[in-house]
């Protein structure tokens, strides 16, 4: 069984760039879920994406956005960077249920 | 709106010792979830531990258990005979039974496990 796989492992962008973050999830599960993670914080729920709709949304300005494939993978894109965007992004695979959420390595975002 | 709480923002223990960690939670809903998620310095989220809330039964994963008090809100994680292998960041985590697992994290407990 194949666990969640996020893309890139590490990102470096300068103000005002998109960027563009993928999740492949894990086998079975058809719910995909975007989480940003400051340094020294816990994670803040972005979005969730079931069936390539979005589920639910988080308090995050529409800049972020994202996608689901029919395959369930899924990206984050991010426009217009700003410096507070820096930061760990997690993404997490589930089943509808149960929807116990299973996390990727996640993706080392750094803003200059 | 459900907020997470972790009181201790570092906690140490003796390999081999008994650690407690705390959480608190609030809310207004009856069908939810609460866990326990481990992230070493690897930085991927693991899974330690999921309690229903409608279980009076507190959920027991080896070494791991929690004592959950659904009257108090508090979810506390006890981890038995601590391992060097234990040490990482500590999140408590809810999520509301119609919301399709969608988290809301506490701050953390850095937990430290000395040889």
């Known amino acids: 069984e194949t666990g969640v796989t996020q893309s890139p492992t590490h990102l470096i962008k300068t103000r005002g760039q998109q960027v563009t973050l993928r999740c492949s999830s894990q086998s079975g599960h058809n719910t995909v879920s975007w989480y940003q993670q400051a340094l020294g914080q816990g994670p803040q729920f972005i979005f969730q994406y079931y069936r390539e709709e979005e589920n639910g949304r988080g308090n995050f300005p529409p800049r972020f956005s994202g996608l689901q494939f029919p395959n369930y993978s899924s990206e984050l894109n991010v426009n217009a960077l700003e410096l507070d965007d820096s930061a760990l992004y997690l993404c997490?695979?589930?089943?509808?249920?149960?929807?116990?959420?299973?996390f990727g390595p996640g993706t080392r975002l750094t803003v200059l | 709106a459900q907020t997470v709480t972790q009181s201790q923002p570092e906690m140490s223990v003796q390999e081999a010792e008994t650690v407690t960690l705390s959480c608190t939670y609030d809310t207004s809903e009856s069908d939810y979830y609460l866990f326990w998620y481990k992230q070493p310095p690897s930085r991927q989220m693991i899974l330690v531990i999921r309690q229903e809330a409608y279980k009076q039964q507190n959920a027991t994963e080896n070494r791991f258990s929690v004592n959950f008090q659904k009257a108090a809100k508090s979810f506390s994680l006890k981890i038995s005979d601590s391992q060097l292998g234990d040490a990482a960041m500590y999140f408590c985590a809810y999520s509301r039974g119609t919301s399709y697992g969608k988290l809301t994290f506490g701050q953390g407990t850095i937990l430290t496990v000395h040889p």
């Open positions: 997490a695979s589930s089943q509808r249920a149960p929807d116990t959420q299973y």
